[in-house]
């Protein structure tokens, strides 16, 4: 998964019901905006608000619609849903699977560690890890990532820990091993390129692919350029994540056009005020 891809938001009707012919319009939206790759059941895609069917079908249609691979979450806090999720996903076409550390118990390095290796080794898919400590509550550190690494069926890792150093921490150790680094924020992708990572699963992707793959592209080439521009989209990065949320992002899609559909509930829209800080943000896309 070299490059840029969206965590894919989902769409859904005003009403709740997941909007197939939006996201079908969508896949194609952000492609033709320079995605590398479709991340589809990912956290900004409000995964764990959709059944286990819905989340088959999503990966089902961005499949179908793709012409870039496609990374599908499969991750559940138990080892038998992961699993289940993941041979769904791969009877659907879908080419990796991105797995979220187990969350709601808390459990130790030594046990993910194991659990893991358990999905590893049953999985029909590759294997991408994925720490998103500010919503589990759960970091896989370096030090475990490094020992994962050696699995030959997990080939990389999404770190949306946002923490730049322990990103250099798990590029350095994972540099002989063939895998992965790839960032989850959209706020230090050229940063984490500088480290050696792979690419990134952003959410600024579906709200501003192009710029994700110009800022992707130019660091081949002039990673100071890189920096500086994406230095330029920190505020909006923010934003979209940390301010105002899923309910932010797919209000500010809508606005600049992408068929981004509304949130599920317990969601709740944005309010005027919202509207108005996103509008100055997105004015120069």
């Given at each position: ?56 079908r ?9 012409s870039?691979?496609?990374l ?20 659907v ?45 759960v970091?896989?550190?370096p ?36 895998f992965q ?10 940063q ?28 081949q ?65």
């Amino acid at each position: 998964m070299d490059g840029v891809g969206p965590p894919l938001v989902t769409p859904f009707t005003q009403e709740g019901d997941l909007d197939e012919p939006a996201l079908r319009e969508l896949v194609g939206w952000v492609e033709q905006r320079g995605v590398d790759f479709h991340v589809p059941c990912g956290s900004n895609s409000e995964a764990e608000l959709m059944t286990s069917t819905e989340r088959t079908r999503v990966i089902e249609i961005v499949v179908e619609e793709a012409s870039v691979p496609v990374l599908a979450g499969t991750g559940s806090p138990g080892l038998r849903e992961t699993l289940e999720a993941t041979e769904a996903a791969a009877a659907v076409g879908a080419d990796a699977a991105l797995v979220v550390t187990p969350f709601y118990f808390n459990h130790d390095q030594s046990t993910l560690e194991t659990y893991y290796r358990a999905v590893a080794d049953a999985a029909p898919l590759p294997v991408y890890l994925y720490s998103v400590p500010g919503y589990t509550d759960v970091r896989l550190q370096p030090e475990t990532v490094e020992k994962l690494a050696t699995h030959d069926n997990i080939v990389g890792m999404k770190d949306s820990s946002g923490d730049v150093a322990e990103f250099i921490r798990l590029a350095n150790r994972t540099e002989n091993a063939d895998f992965q680094p790839v960032v989850g924020s959209g706020s230090v992708l050229a940063q984490a390129l500088d480290a050696g990572g792979s690419g990134g699963v952003l959410a600024l992707a579906n709200i501003a692919p192009a710029v994700c793959s110009e800022i992707f592209q130019l660091h081949q080439e002039d990673p100071e350029a890189a920096r500086e521009l994406n230095a330029g989209f920190v505020e909006l990065n923010r934003a979209i994540t940390a301010t105002y949320g899923i309910a932010g992002l797919k209000w500010a899609m809508r606005a600049r056009g992408a068929p981004a559909g509304h949130v599920r509930s317990p969601h709740q829209p944005i309010d005027e005020p919202a509207k108005s800080a996103l509008e100055s943000l997105i004015a120069d896309l």
